[in-house]
């Protein structure tokens, strides 16, 4: 009987431990999402004041921020595109094809992901200096490429490793050129995995700081524009637009769960 | 299409070379302009011309192996702890989550959907005097009457556990998910209790998530400067803190190339020790 319920203790000992683990995990984004709608005192929105729309009326009303947010987003756009492209090609040419060089190219994919930010930043700056290439938008963006190539690469792989070969090879069969039947076979299979790659590339180069801050030059991307005025004090409407990201991401992630559960449940 | 048709052992070739040529001309060739720069000498008033000053290492190792061996220690606190956290939660996703693991996953990775910064900034908040944090350990005892959280040594490994958690759970989650619950059920058919089936199969198959874990959590802690400024004070600069303000503040580009060599030789020297004496037959089975 004790043994039974030692069980049961060790068995709910975890599950609460899950619980206060989870509460850990989601208690800064409930404190930013809170401070939000704080309608702070003096500069400083560090303390709770009172609750108010203001901030999200007003969400436009400093200076800076919202271009700060779409340049971020332009940058976006257009690095996770350019990574995602790259590293899809890699990431065929290493699943698909057996050549020289294969362990090289998988240290150097390998590389960037393993070396702090703060030295790929400082190299990259390095680069420009001595080359005299004035650092700007152009700079922030092959940065933001680089280091999201790796990541692709990751995530295109993963998908290809468990893809059945025979599909391709039956369109083969079927007198399907390679290129044929690349785009109506290949494709289509990995296009899910490319679109993760894409997501996930465009949610690194938005966050993405400390490579930004060796290479941006005069522009002012959002987490640059944070860390400008959190050193006088950052207004309530970074609260906004950061909770406005948290909801749109959270938002893309269900829908990817459901997607996937719907496809197991498909595939059973 | 026909030219390629004949030379097959071409295509794999084609396809890596855009993405390797970015690869090399912005990760590699930059990387060698920082030796360059770091074997430098001069002054940002007269310029800075190269003539081998190894001296620059030396300096950067004397002036600030203080700053370097407090980024190792921050790291590594925030990766055990990191590593003692999520341990037990993607135990039970992995083996009790049921059909809500991928839900349950999410949670792990919400951090992440909020800016860096601003969740850096929240635990500002949630840590700073008047924080309800402060409030409750001065009530039950653990900090003094005027102790403080913010700008102290905790604040800094706190906001690193935090903001690096993520990259330590996902690994580890991958490991004990692949584990096969047969495995479980044979261990415990041959009478052994739940303990030493965890110590004796789950624990060892987990070692490679435990690895990867590590490496991604740590790294990116030991070169980590945000934190610190944020959450810190001058007295809990990282090496981070060093190299940033030498390369854009102070604009000695020498001394904070050379320092950020020794950052990553430090953190090689602190990985090849780690897996050999987790034992890497073991991690690659």
Redesign the interface.
Known sequence: MSSHITAAV?HHA??A??LV??G??????A??IA?SFNDPVGRF???WQGFTLDNWRNWDAVPGLSESMILSLQIAALASVVATV??T??A??LV??G?RGRSA?NL??F??M???????G??????F??LRIATGFVTIV??H??FI??YA?VTVKARLVGFDRHLEEAAADLGA???TTFRKVTLPLIAPAILSALLLGF?LS??D??IT??VSGAETT??LF??GS?RVG?PPQ??VL?TA??VL??AA??LN?VL??RRAKGAQ | MGYLHRHRGLVPYLLLAPGLAWLAVFFIVPLGFLAYQSLQSGSFDFGYAFDWSFGNYWEAIDRYHEHLLRSLIYAGLATVIALAVSYPLVYWIAFRGGRWKNLFLLVIIAPFFVTYLIRTLAWQSILSDSGFVLDALRTVGIVEAGGRLLATPVAVVAGLTYNFLPFMALPLYVALEQIDARLLEAAQDLYASKVAAFLRVTLPLSLPGVFAGTLLTFIPAAGDFINAQLLGTPREHMIGNVIQSKFLELIDYPAAAALSFVLMAAIVALVAVYARSLGTEKLTG
């Open positions: 060790r975890l599950t431990y899950a683990a989870f850990y995990l989601l208690l800064p984004i404190v930013v401070f929105n560090y303390t790259l590293g090609l890699i065929l040419a698909r094809y050549f190219t150097l994919v590389l960037p393993s070396t702090p930010e703060i030295v790929l400082a190299s990259l700056l390095a680069l200096l001595q092959i940065a490429v680089m190539i790796s690469v050129d390679e290129w949610a938005v966050d700081f400390v801050y060796f959002f987490p944070v860390w959190a950052a970074v609260n950061g990201i948290f991401a959270l992630a269900l769960v996937q559960n």
